[in-house]
């Protein structure tokens, strides 16, 4: 699959994206969780559904094209 996010430094897990797929995926995430913000006066429970779900797609898919995969990483020389 291809690259779309870099390793963090330090720890575990996704840094900032490294493509136009990465950057599609943040700011499609981002632009849901507005979208949340605007419903939860209205429904809470619709807007906790919508934060979980893109929180969790947002995870899976960092995960699956971040470079080197998610492994715990102690500098950027490893």
């Known amino acids: 699959m291809a690259e779309w996010f870099a390793p963090k430094r330090y720890g575990i897990g996704a840094g900032k994206p490294i493509s136009w797929q990465g950057w599609a995926v943040m700011i499609a995430y981002i632009v849901l969780i507005v979208i949340a913000g605007f419903v939860l006066p209205k429904s809470p429970l619709v807007s906790f559904a919508i ?3 893109a929180t969790v797609a947002l995870l899976i898919i960092s995960g699956r094209t971040t470079r080197g ?3 715990w990483r102690w500098d950027k020389s490893e």
């Open 51 to 53: 934060l979980i779900s």
């Open 69 to 71: 995969g998610w492994r």
